[in-house]
T-cell receptor
């Protein structure tokens, strides 16, 4: 069965520190894509970063990087030099073509402390 | 590019009335649109998948007669909550996908529905 697991319901991090948000996934399909989204209190879903299952390199987008460990089926999001504006809910999601839908994790609420 | 809008962004209605939510892809053609529902402090729950010109595919447990979805054009899908009740109060989000090979979805800003 396709599944995304985010084990951290919430995290407090000091401003300017790096933070890692955990995400593990489960699928038997060899072709899949992993997404991270940020959802601030306004509700909009903001796309952060994407990793394809066949991508050789870990994805990076500015302060965001995805630590993709295929053998362990993990796709952790790393935010470097955290900022107060990073406080939000963060969702990990997986797309599998055979499912034709995004499978969502439960989310992690990140709070950045000044 | 790849902007999706939703209208209205916030609606309050009386119990028993129907509410229509629009989802538009502004600068691309969306062959597939997805409708999600999100309760406070929870993840997104897929309600239905709609392809332009065909009937929506509803997820298990979602009443198709209550949540009417129409995807009449490549840029517009509508969700109508019929005979709304307080338990339908939620945050509804749509997303749109192009027909190209990539699997990214573009999300609308969401509609907050409160049924009194």
């Amino acid at each position: 069965a396709q599944k995304i697991t985010q084990t951290q319901p919430g995290m407090f991090v000091q401003e300017k520190e790096a933070v890692t948000l955990d995400c593990t996934y489960d699928t038997s399909d060899p072709s899949y894509g992993l997404f991270w989204y940020k959802q601030p209190s306004s509700g909009e879903m903001i796309f952060l970063i994407y990793q394809g299952s066949y991508d050789q390199q870990n994805a990076t987008e500015g302060r965001y990087s995805l630590n993709f460990q295929k053998a362990r089926k993990s796709a952790n999001l790393v935010i470097s030099a955290s900022q107060l504006g990073d406080s939000a809910m963060y969702f990990c999601a997986m797309w599998v073509d055979s499912n034709y839908q995004l499978i969502w994790g439960a989310g992690t609420k990140l709070i950045i402390k000044p | 590019g790849a902007v999706v809008s939703q209208h209205p962004s916030w609606v309050i209605c009386k119990s028993g009335t129907s509410v229509k939510i629009e989802c538009r892809s502004l600068d691309f053609q969306a062959t597939t649109m997805f409708w999600y529902r999100q309760f406070p402090k929870q993840s997104l729950m897929l309600m239905a998948t709609s392809n332009e010109g065909s009937k929506a595919t509803y997820e298990q447990g979602v009443e198709k007669d209550k949540f009417l979805i129409n995807h009449a054009s490549l840029t517009l899908s509508t969700l109508t909550v019929t005979s709304a009740h307080p338990e339908d109060s939620s945050f509804y989000i749509c997303s749109a996908k192009t027909g190209t090979g990539d699997n990214e979805q573009f999300f609308g800003p969401g509609t907050r529905l409160t049924v009194l």
